[in-house]
């Protein structure tokens, strides 16, 4: 039997009581439960509940009524690893950003980068992936980089580290409410570039020769799962869930499965 770190706590919180009961002579009074034990409360009983913003291909979207992708795999192995149901909300990037999730549900996963910003809202677990900026572009466009991509239209996703990149670079983007419209946008030609994370817009375009990664961005980014801040018993959950995917190569199946080779 494989010891979890929750079926840990579960035990060494049995044996605080059994110890409890002996030296109070049989007493009726219920132990109380351990800090992190108390602490350990989901938004909705028997479930591990997720916000994420769907749709944002192949992190998280919609196949066949079923909510699907990388991050819906590492949701579900937590949820397994908890021993809870799997509940999936599905949520705006403004209110994962803000912190405000928080208030419905237990996590966030939702190919979140960590910033530090960010860790003003809420608290983050250890990086699961690296994923900088690309800038993706038509072809023949003219756009080579972000100096030729200004004064065109350039779409971003709106609450995102590729929005803020665009604005802190003079480029005034056209900003999109969720991912899946951003790349609608450019295909349609709506748009002349897209900005955003290399996996997302690499695996949108890996098989459109029309399409092309004209310039890539070392950002340093790395995504994580975000909780409430001050939450350390979820928190250290998420994080055990996280190394046993890492050692058991679950994390390189979750890739292989969902991005293939997205380089170009």
Request: proline letters at 2%; one cysteine or more.
């Amino acid at each position: 039997m494989r010891i979890t770190p929750k079926l840990a706590k579960a035990l060494a919180v049995t044996a605080i009581a059994g110890l409890s009961l002996t030296a109070c002579g049989g007493s009726n009074d219920e132990p109380a439960a351990s800090g992190s034990e108390a602490e350990l409360a989901f938004v909705n009983a028997g479930k591990l509940t997720v916000c994420s913003d769907i749709p944002y291909e192949p992190f998280e979207f919609v196949r066949d009524g079923e909510n699907v992708g990388f991050d819906m795999d590492v949701a579900a192995a937590l949820a397994e690893d908890l021993g809870v149901e799997l509940n999936v909300v599905d949520s705006s990037f403004d209110a994962i950003e803000s912190g405000l999730f928080a208030t419905q549900c237990d996590v966030a996963i939702s190919s979140v980068s960590i910033t530090e910003e960010r860790k003003g809202n809420m608290d983050f677990s250890d990086p699961y992936m690296d994923d900088d900026l690309t800038l993706v572009a038509k072809e023949g466009s003219g756009i080579t980089d972000l100096e030729s991509a200004k004064g065109m239209k350039v779409g971003v996703q709106q609450a995102t580290t590729g929005a803020k990149y665009a604005a802190e670079n003079g480029i005034e983007a056209v900003q999109f409410e969720d991912g899946g419209l951003q790349v609608q946008a450019l295909k349609s030609g709506t748009i002349d570039a897209a900005l955003g994370n290399q996996s997302v817009l690499g695996y949108a375009i890996k098989d459109d020769e029309q399409f092309q990664r004209v310039a890539d961005f070392a950002t340093g980014e790395q995504l994580g799962i975000a909780v409430k801040k001050g939450n350390t018993a979820l928190l250290e959950e998420v994080n055990a869930t996280l190394q046993r995917l890492t050692e058991d190569g679950s994390l390189e199946e979750f890739t292989a499965t969902w991005f293939g080779s997205t380089e170009q």
